[in-house]
């Protein structure tokens, strides 16, 4: 059971520059919800991993005590077990919110294109210019 993280090659799932432009904008959101998607899945595997290493450790902890090693060491062990099972449990409530959070992505994303996809497809197969959104509220 390894628990080495793995490098990331970048920091930031999407770049938030100024492209506000339709397809732009699915684009991000799309790149977004995937990398939370990911993100969940990676959590809840971690999620597991943890519980299997408070197991295992719990069952270190009882052969330590069968072997009437010295007490403190038994106590050290319980330790460890107690702050895996609570790190699960924080790892458990962070994967629930990157779940949520991959849900209201996608759902943005819905969304966004109910919303403007008429409006790109009108201004996309245009071959005059028009106005950018928000031109005449000046």
Known sequence: MSS??????????????????????????DKLGKTMDDATLELEALQRSMQDNASHTDGVATDIENADLDPKFV?????????????????RTMSATARETADLTHQTRRTHSKLYRGLDDIRSNRREKTPRPGFFNR
């Open 4 to 29: 080495e993280l793995a490098p990331r090659s970048s920091t930031a799932p999407v770049v938030a520059d100024g492209d506000n432009r339709y397809k732009a904008v699915q684009a991000k959101l």
């Open 75 to 91: 106590g050290l062990t319980v330790n460890v077990v107690s702050a895996l099972i609570g790190s699960a449990r924080e790892v």
